[in-house]
């Protein structure tokens, strides 16, 4: 049996930084309308998550640069930007053609492609995502937007017509929101925003860009993309402290959406802040306490194998990672020995390393955090139960497998949103139906089981509580074409590549009466291309 790992074994891991080369980026503009201005104010210092070791035998983050520290009149200075860009409606972007705005975004994505290197490396060294899994990260996104532009001429195609019913003729297309506040995650910096973003841009919106506070250096080399892709003004980029400049920005009543993936808290502080909340569109994915309910008939290895994954890619740091395990009691036992093999098992190292699984956390106050929930599900009966669980050094974190968790642990209710795995044992079905029924949370469940009938019973009761239920297979967003939201404070509105371009739109109609004279004018407009809204051309 191999040995359990020590806190020296992780120091010795961060050896192999020594022989890397560190991106170092001293960001000193930010782009705002349609130009890269000097900035000579205070800067923010970037770590990375990655640490070195330090002259007194210790490990310290590696700076990567920094940024610049903005305040309220440079966001103000973007708003204005937006503002005039949109123009309420009447500006360059929002009036232009779908056509001529896909172009744009397709030359966004020729450039985007020549950064792949560059981000990737970004990507490894801000966040401490494996070189696979930032290199998945990268060409999943283009995909994504390669996917979006598809969707958005099919969608195009349909509205190429006019309907007459009632004696009234009518076309009806999707038009742009406004002036759009993006904000985007920490653990999918490139990925998730651009979820957000693009669909937003294409539909015509103008977007205010909050970067991440970690993966915010690979967005620099980004902005400089979207400067040359985009008219003046599309893209404003906000940077500062979120809680300083966010609630001002939403108090003039000047934003007309908000998209944001991140906590459910913080949305609900953004949106209580504009004055005219009715007229305020919200896109956000939100908190998630997923759980996988492993049934007494579940193939246990299967059942194990997809536990570990849903709960551990990543460090666990995703919004659908299962969050919380339910395992039947009469298969608890093996369970529990099987999955803590496996989880020790898992490869701890940096980025680099190949098939590398447990890597270093970006968050410097994470470790705090991760053991208070341990102390606290200590102090009222739970333990860590596998060898290696909370070995900790630097940024490497060990996962811990903690059990048994019951209500009034923090693991119990808590989205921990890290390398811990709570894990309950039931006996009565109704146990994790009614934990999912009381929960703040919504968005997805995986079942593991054989039973067709008792599987058939949880979906059918389990739809109306979550968005998505997965059947003997980790919780996860792909494919992108699949809708990804969530019920209760998981989510509100629905991202996907076909979904995302009606979230940031919406139906209107341009309509007249049905007479000689109308159709004359209406024709004429077709046929002599005057519009941008009002058009048969069909895009191919």
């Excluded at 209710?413 to 039931?426: A, C, K, T």
């Excluded at 341009?510 to 005057?530: G, L, P, Q, S």
């Amino acid at each position: 049996m191999q040995n359990p790992i020590t806190k020296n074994q992780l120091f010795d891991t961060f050896s192999s930084v020594d022989s890397m080369k560190i991106p170092h980026i001293n960001q000193q503009e930010y782009l705002v309308d349609g130009e890269f201005k000097a900035w000579n104010g205070p800067f923010k210092e970037i770590d990375s998550a990655i640490c070195k070791p330090n002259s007194t035998d210790g490990l310290e983050r590696i700076s990567l640069g920094e940024i610049p520290k903005t305040g309220l009149p440079e966001a103000f200075e973007c708003l204005e930007s937006s503002e005039k860009a949109y123009d309420n409606g009447f500006g360059e972007w929002p009036m232009m053609s779908v056509e001529k705005r896909i172009f744009h975004v397709e030359k966004f994505v020729g450039e985007m492609i020549n950064l792949r290197t560059e981000v990737v490396n970004l990507l490894m060294w801000e966040i401490g995502k494996s070189e696979k899994d930032s290199e998945k990260e990268f060409d999943r996104t283009i995909k994504y937007i390669y996917d979006t532009i598809e969707s958005l001429k099919k969608l195009e195609r349909k509205s190429a017509s006019f309907t007459i019913e009632e004696g009234v003729i009518g076309q009806v297309r999707r038009s742009p929101l406004g002036v759009t506040l993006c904000i985007g995650p920490y653990n999918y910096p490139l990925n998730e925003t651009y979820t957000l973003l693009i669909p937003a841009l294409i539909m015509g919106n103008v977007v205010l860009f909050k970067p991440p506070k970690h993966g915010c250096l690979l967005h620099y080399s980004l902005s400089k993309a979207i400067q040359k892709s985009f008219p003046k003004g599309v893209v404003n980029y906000l940077y500062g402290k979120g809680s300083e400049i966010i609630q001002p920005l939403m108090n003039t009543g000047k934003i007309n959406v908000l998209t944001l993936i991140g906590s459910s808290k913080v949305a609900s502080d953004i949106k209580k802040a504009h004055p005219k909340v009715n007229r305020l569109r919200a896109i956000l994915g939100l908190d998630a306490k997923n759980p996988a309910i492993v049934l007494e008939n579940a193939n246990l290895e299967n059942a194990v194998d997809e536990c570990v994954l849903g709960s551990l890619s990543f460090n666990g740091q995703r919004c659908t990672a299962l969050k919380i395990l339910y395992v039947h009691e009469n298969i608890k036992e093996e369970f529990l020995k099987k999955f803590c093999e496996k989880v020790d098992a898992l490869k701890f190292g940096m980025p680099w390393d190949e098939k590398v699984q447990i890597t270093p956390l970006p968050e410097a106050d994470k470790f705090k955090y991760l053991n208070d929930c341990i102390s606290d599900a200590e102090a009222k009966g739970g333990h860590i139960i596998n060898k290696n669980g909370g070995v900790q050094n630097g940024s490497l974190f060990f996962p811990a497998v903690i059990y048994p968790v019951k209500d009034g642990m923090k693991l119990f209710r808590e989205e921990q949103f890290g390398p811990l795995v709570p894990i309950v044992s039931f006996t009565d079905l109704q146990e994790p139906i009614d934990y999912m029924i009381t929960s703040n949370y919504g968005q997805q469940v995986s079942i593991f089981g054989t039973d067709t009938k008792e599987i058939s019973h949880l979906i059918d009761g389990l739809v109306n509580q979550v968005s998505r239920v997965n059947i003997n297979v980790q919780c996860q967003r792909g494919p992108d074409t699949f809708p990804f939201t969530g019920r209760k404070d998981s989510a509100e509105g629905t991202l996907s590549v076909y979904d995302a371009l009606r979230s940031f739109s919406i139906r209107t109609v341009v309509a007249t009466k049905e007479n000689k004279e109308n159709k004359a004018i209406i024709n004429k407009i077709v046929t002599d291309e005057e519009s941008s809204f009002l058009s048969t051309k069909f895009i191919f």
